[in-house]
């Protein structure tokens, strides 16, 4: 078994700070800036939680709405750091967090394939090798000239992930992207992920669909309002947090 570590998430808290009060437009909040009059409260998404992922493996971020799921998914990939603690992530990420992040709506969707390859690192070229790829498996030959903003959640959802996964990435992320593509698209890229983990891919993946989690990932952890509760083999975590509803 290859015991590479691809991810290394080390007494990590994450911390945001809310505004105690409301403030309606920006000149207001720029006098209360200036002056020193605006108070926050800390409030910890991600509280000293540690886990580390290595090479080929497929862990299970589950837990209720808030629980910091997603923003640990985003500091993984480098979108927000960490107020406490460390993350090392050993390897080239394809981050799905986001529905439509680095598209442009107003583009269509044949512009907006090479400028997401271009944000990927991709070349033109690149690109062009494996547009007919990426369109086939998105699903929306008939509308690679309109533009995104037109385009329905699923569509979306299709084009993403399909850049993404174009090529194996060392380490796939993915956020609820799923949730919103029907049974056929999901079917079609549980089958693309398992390939990819087959080939060696690791993946952190985020669903509220517990049964989705067992059957993708052997290792899960459960998440409660930054906490996390329990940390192990998928079946077993996702089994006691049913249990305990």
Excluded at 27 to 44: D, G, S, W
Excluded at 217 to 229: F, Q
Aim: charged share 25%; aromatic share 8%.
């Amino acid at each position: 078994m290859n015991t590479r570590v691809m991810i290394d998430v080390d007494h990590v808290t994450i911390r945001f700070n809310k505004s105690t009060e409301k403030i309606d437009n920006l000149k207001e909040y720029a006098i209360k800036l200036m002056k020193r009059e605006l108070m926050f409260q800390e409030f910890l998404a991600v509280k000293d939680v540690s886990f580390q992922v290595k090479k080929g493996e497929a862990w299970g971020l589950i837990g209720k709405n808030g629980s910091g799921k997603s923003t640990l998914l985003k500091a993984v990939s480098g979108i927000m750091k960490p107020y406490m603690g460390s993350i090392a992530v050993n390897g080239s990420v394809a981050p799905l967090i986001e529905l439509g992040a680095g598209f442009d709506g107003n583009m269509t969707a044949r512009e907006n394939i090479y400028l997401n390859g271009c944000v990927l690192g991709h070349t033109e070229k690149y690109m062009a090798d494996h547009f007919d790829e990426i369109v086939d498996f998105a699903e929306i030959g008939d509308f690679l000239d309109s533009p995104i903003k037109n385009f329905s959640s699923g569509m979306t959802a299709r084009l993403g992930f399909a850049i993404a996964t174009m090529v194996r990435p060392e380490i796939l992320i993915v956020d609820e992207i799923l949730a919103v593509g029907d049974f056929k698209f999901r079917e079609k890229c549980q089958e693309r992920m398992n390939r990819m983990l087959s080939g060696g891919t690791t993946l952190l993946f985020v669903s509220h669909n517990i049964e989705e989690v067992k059957k993708l990932c052997d290792h899960a952890i459960w998440l409660e309002k930054g906490n996390a509760v329990m940390t192990g083999n998928a079946q077993d975590v996702c089994d006691e947090y049913l249990a305990r509803g």
